[in-house]
């Protein structure tokens, strides 16, 4: 029980700057921006968002936030950024209007936060798609730590429990806490992740903390 407690003491203690919140060189940036008018519509379009919909049920914040990322439109890292692997913040994903797998889960993920969903409930994902290539990035929603999580993805606009999406199959997940396999399309072992050079989870999390 004291562990238990401790984990949820050190969970709630780790707080980010707000993602959103745009610094004085993003205005500049923004007001200079070609897109300038089109970049304060969707800011102001996702500030009103997120006062219309505090009010709603967790379940029902879910569907709206991944209806709502989701009409941002897609780009591959490979033509946005000229990197193969690059993860915006959610205030570039805003600003940009555009992004890959990554930026959409991620700002799901602090969307919900904002939204006050509990951290512990989210997880990002990163799965194997039937017949495509390569990796893809979802957010996963755990009403409780034993329940089958519900699958927020950019690739569709239903939020369906994972064990009705025959076409994912989960490699590993991770919050800003613990990294899970999944058995059964539940949690099951903690795990430590290869990132290789550069830990791009811990890269987002550290230059939103700065602001940037």
Known sequence: MKTILLFFIL????????????????????????YHSQIVARYKQFNNFIKTTKKYNEIKKLNRVNSFINRILPEHDAVAQ????????????????????????????FTLTKL?????????????????????????????????PLVLDNLSWRVLHLNKRKDLKVKVLFNEV?????????????????WGKLNRWEDIL?????GK
């Open 178 to 194: 613990n990294n899970y396999t999944l058995k059964n399309n539940l949690l099951d072992k903690k795990v430590n992740i290869e």
């Open 11 to 34: 969970f709630s203690s780790i707080v980010y700057s707000d993602p959103f919140t745009l610094n004085k060189n993003d205005e500049k940036v923004i007001k200079n921006h070609f």
């Open 206 to 210: 550290n230059r939103i903390n700065l």
């Open 82 to 109: 000229n990197n193969e692997d690059h993860w915006s913040t959610p205030k570039e994903f805003l600003i940009n209007g555009r992004g890959d797998c990554e930026e959409y889960a991620i700002t799901k993920y």
């Open 116 to 148: 006050g969903i509990q951290k512990q409930k989210l997880y990002l994902a990163i799965v194997k798609v039937q017949r495509a290539k390569g990796m893809h990035m979802v957010l996963l929603y755990f009403k409780t730590p034993n329940s089958i």
